[in-house]
């Protein structure tokens, strides 16, 4: 009997999902935070425990774009995994209640589980002059972060804008935005960046505190290690075209259309650290990233590289790996092929050829060409 069988004391599933398919679900998450498929059960069994911590979702100087992709997400029933795991007992733009009554909930909210709900911030938060640029039920944002995290079991910066200032804190930064960590200089603080994050990493970060009532492990700027501990660079389906030295010069071109590697238009992928390659957005394909679909990334997931370097600015390349020399670029046969489809296909040649020069190069010998490989 397959190990998840043993999961029985489920009597309703999140989301509209079998028990089959929520349980596989729990498992990716698990395999997504790096832990075992047992840790699945565990994380299935906390998430359908009835024990809903309660969420209070602030919203500063953002575009609603954070709170737009948990509703837009198109993996299986995402958003409902997330709002039936969790109670959102205040949120701006989904609550029932508005003004007094709104406000009314949160303080309520905030007194009957002190020390128990997850605070979740949307957007940066302007300092300048009080704090007045941003301001929600006649109290700043600054006032509202400082007041809802004083209890909070856990915070949760939600964007780049929450993280480190995004948008609003580029130059000239009129408001004085910054992030939440910098509000709450001595609050550990749970950063998920992204313009817009991916919601399946703040929901694998949700489901991680619901199980093991525990953060999980955040590097040194307080994001999550399992879904920012490697490079887009790393994972990403056109990097055997990197190393084989093919790629796209311009939007449009041969190289784009067969889906080679976007750096040379601007991709910051070498020096972005996020899981977008594995865990992609929705469920809607191979392609469903933006180097996927054929457009750079724009490295949102990291401070000092979106809003603030050009698209046309080359990634610094942090981990520099072969080839140390480049091989012939070469025709590829056939037509009608997707940019994904090419990259994938393209790049196992790549990989092939690429390895090939390398090993050649340091023999001294002339590398391997396409047809070679045939
Ligand atoms: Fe790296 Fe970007 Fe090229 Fe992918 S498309 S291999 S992330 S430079």
């Known amino acids: 009997m397959n190990k998840l069988d043993d999961f029985k004391a489920v009597e309703k599933i999140p989301g509209n999902l079998s028990r089959r398919e929520f349980l596989k679900f729990c498992t990716g998450v698990a395999a997504t935070l790096g832990l075992s498929s047992m840790a699945g059960v565990r994380i299935a069994e906390a998430a359908t425990s009835g024990n809903r911590p309660p969420v209070i979702w602030l919203s500063g100087q953002e575009c609603t774009g954070c709170s737009e992709t948990l509703l837009r997400a198109t993996h299986p029933t995402l958003e409902s995994l997330i709002l039936e795991t969790i109670s959102l007992d205040y949120h701006e733009t989904l609550s029932v209640a508005a003004g007094h009554q709104a406000e009314a909930a949160r303080q309520a909210s905030m007194e009957a589980n002190k020390g128990k709900y997850i605070l979740v911030v949307e957007g940066a938060t302007p300092m300048k002059d009080g704090g007045i640029y941003c301001k929600i039920g006649n109290k700043t944002m600054l006032d509202h972060v400082k007041e809802s995290a004083e209890h909070a079991a856990a915070i949760v910066a939600v964007g780049s804008c929450s993280s480190w200032g995004g948008v609003a804190a580029t130059s000239p930064n009129p408001t004085g935005a910054v992030g939440t960590p910098e509000v709450l200089p001595n609050k550990t603080v749970v950063s998920i960046p992204g313009c817009p994050p991916n919601p399946y990493n703040l929901l694998a970060t949700i489901l991680h505190l619901v199980t093991f009532k525990k953060l999980p492990a955040l590097d040194d700027i307080g994001r999550p290690i399992f879904a920012y501990g490697r490079l887009i660079h790393e994972n990403c389906e056109r990097r055997p075209h990197f190393d084989a030295g093919r790629f796209a010069m311009e939007f449009g071109d041969e190289g784009h259309r067969k889906g080679w590697c976007l750096y040379k238009i601007g991709c910051k992928g070498p020096e972005t650290y996020a899981n977008c390659p594995s865990v992609l957005f929705?469920?809607?394909?191979?392609?469903?990233?933006?180097?996927?679909?054929?457009?750079?990334?724009?490295?949102?997931?990291?401070?000092?590289?979106?809003?603030?370097?050009?698209?046309?600015?080359?990634?610094?390349?942090?981990?520099?790996?072969?080839?140390?020399?480049?091989?012939?670029?070469?025709?590829?046969?056939?037509?009608?092929?997707?940019?994904?489809?090419?990259?994938?296909?393209?790049?196992?040649?790549?990989?092939?050829?690429?390895?090939?020069?390398v090993i050649a190069s340091?023999?001294?010998?002339?590398?391997?060409?396409?047809?070679?490989?045939?």
Do not use: Y
Not at 362 to 372: L, N, R, V, Y
């Open 282 to 357: 929705g469920d809607v394909g191979s392609a469903s990233w933006p180097v996927g679909t054929g457009h750079p990334c724009i490295g949102c997931t990291e401070q000092g590289v979106v809003f603030e370097k050009s698209i046309h600015e080359l990634a610094k390349v942090e981990n520099l790996t072969p080839p140390t020399l480049f091989p012939p670029i070469v025709e590829e046969r056939g037509t009608g092929v997707t940019p994904a489809s090419a990259a994938v296909a393209g790049g196992v040649v790549g990989a092939v050829v690429g390895a090939g020069a």
């Open 362 to 374: 340091k023999m001294g010998q002339e590398p391997a060409t396409e047809s070679d490989s045939d």
